[in-house]
């Protein structure tokens, strides 16, 4: 079981409420619109952080949102280390993330076997 390294919770809390406000406000790049990130982690020397994000569309434009993150990941990190007070401001890399998709896939399938139940007499 991982230990708990509450600096880096606290960080990845803090980049997890700074970094919508920096990509709507000062990304530019049109590959990159509406998302929402839904997690950051921070390893415990601080020096990485994995972000995590959804976005609505299709694979084609997941693919052009994480291409415009990953090209303005340098940019969002300098804006990153002028609002934290860091020392050193973590290497982000930014993941897509499957887990609302496939929540809403398992959310259809308990549907569909709920609906076909009902449609069957109980045996008993």
Do not use: W
């Amino acid at each position: 079981m991982p230990k708990d390294f509450p600096r880096a919770r606290r960080v990845a809390d803090q980049i997890q409420r700074e970094l919508p406000e920096l990509i709507r406000q000062e990304v530019k790049d049109p590959r990159v619109g509406m998302l929402t990130i839904t997690e950051v982690e921070v390893n415990r020397d601080m020096e990485f952080a994995k972000v995590y994000f959804t976005t609505m569309g299709g694979e084609a434009e997941h693919a052009a949102c994480l291409q415009g993150l990953q090209r303005a990941s340098g940019f969002l990190r300098s804006q990153l280390s002028h609002r934290m007070q860091l020392r050193v401001v973590p290497k982000l890399t930014f993941v897509y993330d499957r887990s609302v998709e496939h929540g809403m896939a398992l959310s259809r399938l308990i549907e569909t076997a709920v609906a076909e139940d009902a449609k069957h007499p109980k045996d008993e």
